[in-house]
């Protein structure tokens, strides 16, 4: 993947995979574009790298839907279980499954683009675009950090096993075992990320003046043209979507 595609494509393809899935806001064609997307990563090699970062972000997440929607839906009207001011309901448990299934479509298509791209075609790429450097910036750092969250997370949970911490029990276990290992490992990613970030700046990248690039990347004409169809077909669903949601009789 990372020789055929030119780094704006794949970049291209994955905003706009996220862009078509919130547009689309059926949690059936989520579950296909997650699937393809899983298929996608195992095939480029880095399922093991792409799955487990995105449990660290989708986990949490997920839970936090399945609580406010799940058991204080205000819309719910059919009520399955209740406990006091709690109550879960069919509409409830819905909404929270289209919403966890959207965001992890979205979630795996942006981290299967970051762990297959090449940083350093990206850069060059943007570069020659003559994006403010900035954002240019921001957005290697950010790609730099993200191939090592599956690592240091194995890494934290391997330290706090060897101090005597649980991993494997049931739920409440479990959930309590995510919530101490997602402080070190946030905290641990800002620090890096200040550290990649000074290293950057004193180097002159965050500097404004003219840069010159020494990295060609191959631009086909045909992946130029697929950029423009993605973007046409994103832009194409979120006006069909807007239309559909219109208020009926109201003017536009």
Request: aromatic letters at 6%; charged letters at 15%.
């Given at each position: 993947m990372r020789a055929r595609l030119h780094p704006l494509t794949a970049l291209t393809g994955a905003a706009c995979t996220?862009?078509?899935?919130?547009a689309a806001a059926s949690w059936v064609f989520s579950v296909a574009v997650t699937l393809a997307v899983a298929v996608l990563a195992a095939r480029a090699g880095v399922a093991r790298q792409v799955l487990p970062a995105a449990a660290v972000i989708l986990a949490p997440l997920c839970v936090s839907l399945l609580v406010l929607h799940g058991l204080f839906f205000p819309e719910g009207q059919t009520a399955l279980a209740s406990w006091g001011p709690a109550r879960v309901t069919a509409e409830g448990l819905r909404f929270a499954l289209e919403l966890a299934t959207r965001t992890a479509a979205c979630v795996l298509a942006l981290l299967l683009f970051s762990f297959t791209v090449s940083v350093p075609d990206l850069v060059s790429a943007l570069a020659e675009r003559k994006l403010p450097p900035q954002f240019v910036f921001v957005l290697a750092s950010t790609l730099a950090l993200l191939p090592a969250i599956a690592g240091r997370l194995v890494r934290i949970r391997q330290a706090?096993?060897?101090?005597g911490l649980v991993l494997r029990g049931g739920l409440l276990s479990r959930l309590g075992a995510v919530r101490l290992q997602m402080v070190p490992l946030v905290l641990g990613l800002i620090e890096d990320a200040g550290s990649r970030a000074q290293a950057l700046d004193a180097r002159g990248f965050g500097g404004g003046a003219p840069r010159t690039s020494y990295r060609e990347v191959?631009?086909?004409?045909?992946?130029?043209?697929?950029r423009a169809?993605?973007?046409?077909?994103?832009?194409?669903?979120?006006?069909?979507?807007?239309?559909?949601?219109?208020p009926p009789g109201v003017q536009p």
């Amino acid at each position: 993947m990372r020789a055929r595609l030119h780094p704006l494509t794949a970049l291209t393809g994955a905003a706009c995979t996220a862009v078509v899935t919130t547009a689309a806001a059926s949690w059936v064609f989520s579950v296909a574009v997650t699937l393809a997307v899983a298929v996608l990563a195992a095939r480029a090699g880095v399922a093991r790298q792409v799955l487990p970062a995105a449990a660290v972000i989708l986990a949490p997440l997920c839970v936090s839907l399945l609580v406010l929607h799940g058991l204080f839906f205000p819309e719910g009207q059919t009520a399955l279980a209740s406990w006091g001011p709690a109550r879960v309901t069919a509409e409830g448990l819905r909404f929270a499954l289209e919403l966890a299934t959207r965001t992890a479509a979205c979630v795996l298509a942006l981290l299967l683009f970051s762990f297959t791209v090449s940083v350093p075609d990206l850069v060059s790429a943007l570069a020659e675009r003559k994006l403010p450097p900035q954002f240019v910036f921001v957005l290697a750092s950010t790609l730099a950090l993200l191939p090592a969250i599956a690592g240091r997370l194995v890494r934290i949970r391997q330290a706090q096993e060897a101090r005597g911490l649980v991993l494997r029990g049931g739920l409440l276990s479990r959930l309590g075992a995510v919530r101490l290992q997602m402080v070190p490992l946030v905290l641990g990613l800002i620090e890096d990320a200040g550290s990649r970030a000074q290293a950057l700046d004193a180097r002159g990248f965050g500097g404004g003046a003219p840069r010159t690039s020494y990295r060609e990347v191959p631009d086909p004409p045909a992946q130029r043209w697929f950029r423009a169809a993605a973007l046409l077909a994103a832009a194409g669903a979120v006006v069909i979507r807007l239309a559909l949601s219109w208020p009926p009789g109201v003017q536009p």
